[in-house]
């Protein structure tokens, strides 16, 4: 039954794909299949490391990449806890378990999300990132649904080795560049410049940099800009 299920999921992520290699990647076709295939309303799939870092691959609109911004933002969130228990994280109704996550579930809420699933992604025993769902409405991921998003987990897993680069003279996709503009470029960019500038280690620049989005209520991304541009100064060790 699991082989016949794969064997759907793999046809209807290259049936979207129009049978050629698709130019923006094999990670974004699987994330926009997976949106629509699980019955959620939105997905993102972000590589992560253990050292913390992160990388937004792909999402199905500006709303799914904002929850990942936010999980990025707080530290924490469902994406963050699949990757650290290697297991799936399946809440149905966010408002229930708001304790678990209160960054990130505060923020959720502001922008309607109800329910959350999210599940790592790995390549044997190394993970690689996560894949991501999100749904505005309070309702559980079951049955064949639920079914369908592991498969998907898996099918995303593959899509992003083959976007790395492929044997036979595939080209890499875009996001798998090394001189790719990534999603947190400037938050990278700039927790070097406040490390540099304070003193500090580049752990610490960073929580200083999520301190500051989180007690502000803005993305990341745009307090890192504001830090690159010289519009944004910590003057002093503590300033949050």
């Known amino acids: 039954m699991d082989g016949l299920r794969r064997e759907r999921l793999w046809r209807a992520v290259t049936e979207r794909a129009g049978g050629e290699w698709p130019e923006a ?4 076709v699987v ?7 699980t019955g959620v309303d939105g997905a993102a799939v972000s590589l992560r490391t253990e050292e913390n870092r992160q990388e937004l691959v792909a999402s199905t609109d500006v709303w799914a990449s904002g929850l990942e911004e936010l999980q ?15 297991g799936p994280v399946l809440v149905g109704d966010l408002t229930v378990e708001e304790q678990r996550w209160p960054g990130f579930a505060d923020g959720a809420a502001a922008v309607g999300v109800r329910a959350v699933f999210a599940f790592p992604l790995q390549v044997g ?3 690689v990132g996560t894949l991501c769902l999100y749904r505005r409405a309070p309702e559980p991921l079951i049955g064949d649904a639920l079914s369908d998003a592991l498969i998907l987990a898996e099918i995303a897993t593959t899509a992003m080795v083959s976007d790395l680069g492929h044997t036979d003279g595939r080209p890499k ?37 999520r301190a500051h989005a989180f007690s502000h209520q803005i993305p990341i991304t745009e307090v890192a800009r504001l830090v690159k541009d010289r519009q944004l100064r910590f003057d002093t060790s503590t300033d949050p």
């Open 125 to 127: 025993a190394i993970l």
């Open 25 to 28: 990647g094999w990670v974004k």
């Open 31 to 37: 994330c926009s299949a997976a949106g629509e295939l």
């Open 72 to 86: 990025f933002t707080v530290g924490d969130g469902p994406a963050v806890e699949a990757y650290a228990t290697r």
């Open 173 to 209: 996709a875009p996001w798998a560049h090394v001189d790719a503009e990534g999603y947190y470029d400037d938050v990278n960019i700039a927790t070097g410049m406040l490390a540099a500038g304070l003193g500090i280690s580049l752990g610490e620049a960073l929580l200083r940099l």
